[in-house]
């Protein structure tokens, strides 16, 4: 549909095109759109020369909407109270990611992340933001994004959000043998993720997401004032190193 949306706005920029160089009442709109047909018959490249030229219009758009959205919105981003971060609030290079406990581009990243503090423990700042957008309200990832955040008032976060990341069957009595594992009061995490502050962070963070424009899945990192969408961990070491050598 978008394609052929796109398609329709190109005949009608040609149509118009034409029109233009005729004076009025030289040409019928029949006359107009027999040119239109033969022309595009005769040259259909340019249809697909204007479409590459839109999307890298519209990408670049997208990319600066994002960047300004960013730029905006901060104080949500990288300030945020409930949020849990590793690192020096001051640190050079304010990392954040936007995750969902079964995404499995998210899982592949987190190695990158864990060298990353440990290589730069001084100078990056790592703020964790659950994104539960793989399964609805009840499903699997809202849950454990409840149980991530509840284990916190523990003291196990770290853990157990790194212990989630490396699970693949995300069930509610498997997280609770996980968080058993990791030295919680499975109890205490119960009730505690029932408290509607919980879900009051959660969806949040998911408005947050939605005024992003560049944030259409999981995950979404961003360093500083520059983001990496999905798990290109490459573009992310770049953007990291010329960060830390700024």
Known sequence: MKHLIRTVAAVSILGLAACAQAGPGDM???????????????NPEILREAMIALDRKEALAEVQ???DAIADLSDQIFKDPRDYSIGPKDAKV??????????GFCKRSTDWV???????????RVVFKELPVLTGRDGTSYMAARAALASARQGKYKKMHFALMSE?????SRVMQIAKNNGLDADQLKKDMADPAIDRQIEDT????????????TPFFIVNDEFVSGANLTKLQTILDAALEG
């Open 168 to 172: 693949r069957s995300l069930t509610e």
């Open 65 to 67: 909407d994002s960047r």
């Open 94 to 103: 304010q990392l954040v990611e936007f995750f969902d406990y079964n995404c």
């Open 28 to 42: 019928s709109k029949s006359d107009v759109e027999e040119i239109i047909r033969a022309y595009l018959l005769e």
């Open 114 to 124: 864990e060298t990353t503090l440990g290589k730069h423990p001084n100078d990056v």
């Open 206 to 217: 998911l408005a947050l997401g939605n005024k992003i424009p560049a944030l259409t899945g």
